[in-house]
């Protein structure tokens, strides 16, 4: 065992549920989806967003997702070999009740897949959560683990696969498998959603997904600050992904990121 890095509780690498994690939503009693069947039923039967991210957060539906992600925890990173590593799937994280949803892609390996929440303790996080506090969106710029009192009441943070993939590259089977859970999650937000943030093309292509019904013919193509109308109260707006890359190569700038949060947050009534 070793101890979390901010609260010096000792965890087992992967994290056992219901142990006293920061922002852990199961208990030791809650059912772990075996197959994609699994993932379905108990998918359809969440009725609240807690409920979803304690059932996320313990799913076993990916066999090859699941090795990954928990080898990667008793491996670690050198720089972070004296943690613990969550080495489970990471629920989506914010408001149950947000104006603006953020759509990801999957968590990293050393990042989401140690601290256990979504863009926290990696390079992406960093410039994603500055840029979410430049906007007024988030209550501090920085993310550096489960129990660093960031929080919101405005946004939510969601992706289609809540496992880390190795390279980044889930397969279309396991993306298949994780869509239920988004499904769940997003009839769950939908009605308090005024706008979406997609982060990347296929991001794009997810929240077009999600909001299939109110979906424009010819369907929007993706850009940054590209901006989809899905119909009345709905907006969609893309975004180059955060990555190292993209923000190392200034394809993506901080300015650019400020663009869409201030477009978001103007556009969801929550600018001043
Ligand atoms: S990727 Fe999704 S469906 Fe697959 S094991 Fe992880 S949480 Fe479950």
Redesign the pocket.
């Known amino acids: 065992m070793l101890n979390h890095p901010r609260t010096g509780q000792p965890f087992d690498s992967p994290v056992r549920p219901g142990t006293g994690w920061p922002g852990d939503p199961a208990t030791p009693a809650t059912p772990p989806?075996a197959d994609?069947a699994h993932?379905v039923q108990l998918a359809d039967q969440s009725e609240s967003i807690p409920e979803l991210d304690a059932l996320?957060s313990v799913?076993?539906?990916?066999p090859r997702?699941?090795s990954w992600?928990e080898e990667v925890a008793v491996a670690k990173r050198k720089s972070f070999a004296d943690q613990p590593y969550w080495g489970r799937?990471v629920p989506g994280w914010g408001s149950p009740t947000p104006r603006i949803v953020i759509v990801g892609l999957?968590p990293a390996a050393n990042g989401a897949n140690r601290t256990g929440r979504m863009f926290t303790g990696d390079r992406s996080g960093d410039q994603l959560y500055a840029a979410l506090h430049r906007a007024g969106l988030v209550n501090q710029p920085t993310s550096i683990d489960a129990a660093d009192g960031l929080d919101t009441s405005t946004i939510r943070i969601i992706a289609p696969?809540?496992?880390a993939?190795p390279g980044n590259a889930?397969t279309t089977a396991?993306r298949n498998?994780?869509a239920p859970?988004l499904d769940a999650e997003w009839q769950l937000l939908a009605p308090h959603v005024r706008v979406m943030v997609a982060l990347g093309g296929f991001a794009w292509q997810v929240a077009l997904r999600l909001a299939a019904e109110r979906v424009p013919k010819p369907k929007p193509k993706f850009g940054h600050r590209a901006v989809a109308e899905l119909g009345p109260g709905l907006r969609l707006i893309g975004c180059y992904h955060p990555s190292q890359q993209n923000m190392f190569t200034g394809r993506l700038t901080p300015a650019m990121l400020d663009d869409v949060f201030a477009d978001a947050a103007r556009h969801a009534g929550l600018a001043d």
Do not use: S
């Open positions: 989806a994609a993932v996320i799913c076993r539906a990916c997702l699941v992600r799937p999957a696969v809540r496992c993939p889930p396991e498998t994780c859970w």
